[in-house]
């Protein structure tokens, strides 16, 4: 069964804490990337990676920071330097010739109090 | 960069009727334009896809429409029926050093009434 997992669903974190979340695709997809999801916005970019071992900054990067020593995997970790942490965190996956049609994973909603 | 303005940001409906959303993008340089269905809680699913060379496109119900010159692109679906009800959300990619990023717009929560 193929497709795109995120885990937990739902994260609670104290402020201050860093949180990992996790994305891993059995699609052999060579492009990954996070996006950030707020209440009556559309869906921002925070990275993106095209292929193992390299990964660009998004428009709102800040306060992030990611790994892609997997083809599989492309876990995002939320810092305590990001302001607003809470939000809907939603990863996808595209393949190298056409990385426009991603595809997307159920989410994570995050949580920081 | 890229902006992209999507309306209405809601929409009711009575099932059997029409509905249309319309983008609007910033960037000329753009050449892909997907559309997206939410349902809540759960991540955006590919629903249909346009390309720059391509004024229309159709899938059952759906289709989408392109203006280039004008810089927007509508979603249309006929026969709206219950589980249509979804947040639907537009996007452009752009090619160059941008390929593989796409700008969102807003959302535009669709309700369809029984």
Redesign the interface.
Known sequence: DGGITQSPKYLFRKEGQNVTLSCEQNLNHDAMYWYRQDPGQGLRLIYYSQIVNDFQKGDIAEGYSVSREKKESFPLTVTSAQKNPTAFYLCASSIAGDQYEQYFGPGTRLTVT | ?EN?E?HP?TLSVQEGDSAVIKCTYSDSASN?F?W?KQEL??????II?IRSNVGEKKDQRIAVTLNKTAKHFSLHITETQPEDSAVY?C?A?AGGTS????T????TILTVHP
Request: glycine share 28%; no cysteine.
């Open positions: 960069g992209v999507q940001s892909y997907p997206y809680g759960k991540g955006p699913q590919l896809d959300f996007a990619g390929y593989g990023k796409l969102f717009g807003q959302g």
